[in-house]
């Protein structure tokens, strides 16, 4: 059975949960074999762009990946807020000051780095086990704590329409670029919402890497669009298990031993030369799964 990443180009109007959906059953109509898949970070439902999704057991990589830089081209509209904090909510306030670049620019200052910020009440955030989505639809009072997120480098792109100006924001997992629009709308001493959002890039995935879901649903040979699980870690080390087949009976099976040369930290683990897991040193030294691939 196959495990392997995919790289889709979503579209806007649909959640990420239905284009996994989409995706998988136009997989499965093309022979291949799923067992599991899911996607690697949520894009909003008017969200398009980079959705990386892992097939099989290369989903049990999810912990070392979901966190990874993404970088968005954004668009944001000062003067309005809307509920959701994007074009598909409904007004909330509104106001006739709009900021220039030069009041922009020192906000996306203030907003660059390490900061804390307020997640989007319509967000999948748990709220004592229900989604902050649903409590804000039903019309619920509720309060979500402030989240640490970092944020690289937001580059202002220009001015596209009357109020609206255009973003390219790198940043870690975790943020929400509507949150963005919204403080920076505030510091501004104004109101803001995004308009538009496109995922360029999520950790070693572009855009030259995704696949519409026309094409992966017009194509004869999706595996052609696969790309094996170490093309997502190639920042860890490698390492060859030198052993022989007893050596790595008793290491599938679960038990720690001792590798000689093994690096710090989380590596590549390969035996005659296939990618088996990721692994790491136990407290005595020993080899242990970190994640295990076959």
């Known amino acids: ?30 022979g291949v074999k799923i067992d599991k898949i899911g996607h690697f970070g949520t894009l909003d ?3 398009e762009g980079v959705l990386p999704l892992a097939i099989n057991k290369a989903t049990r990589l999810f912990g070392y990946l979901a966190l990874k830089t993404k970088v968005y081209y954004t668009e944001f509209v000062f003067g309005r807020e809307t509920d959701t904090l994007d074009a598909a909510g409904k007004t909330v306030a509104t106001t006739t000051y709009v900021p220039d670049a030069a009041k922009i620019e020192a906000a996306v200052k203030a907003l660059t780095g390490e900061i804390m910020q307020i997640p989007p009440a319509y967000s999948a955030k748990s709220v004592s086990g229900r989604r902050a989505y649903d409590l804000a639809r039903a019309g619920e009072i509720f309060e979500l704590k402030p989240q640490k997120v970092n944020i690289s480098k937001i580059d202002m792109l220009g001015n596209p329409e009357k109020n609206t100006f255009a973003f ?21 001493g104004s109101l803001g919402y995004m308009r538009l959002i496109r995922r360029e890039r999520s950790g070693c995935f572009g855009l030259e890497h995704a696949v519409s879901e026309e094409e992966l649903r017009n194509c004869s040979e999706p595996e052609k669009y696969f790309f094996p699980p170490e093309r997502a870690l190639e920042e860890y080390p490698a390492y060859e298990m030198a052993g022989d087949a007893e050596t790595a009976r008793l290491i599938f099976n679960g038990v720690n031993l001792a590798l000689s040369g093994m690096p710090e930290g989380i590596f590549r683990f390969y035996v005659e030369g296939e990618l088996a897991g990721l692994g790491k040193k136990d407290d005595l030294g020993r080899f242990k799964w970190a994640v295990r691939l076959k």
């Open 1 to 30: 059975m196959t495990s392997a990443f995919i790289v889709l180009n979503k579209s806007g109007g649909i959640t990420s949960a239905c284009a996994v959906n989409r995706v998988k059953r136009i997989l499965c109509e093309k």
């Open 45 to 47: 439902p008017d969200g």
């Open 168 to 188: 390219r924001i790198t940043c870690g997992g975790g943020t929400y670029i509507r949150s963005i629009a919204r403080d920076m709308a505030y510091m501004c």
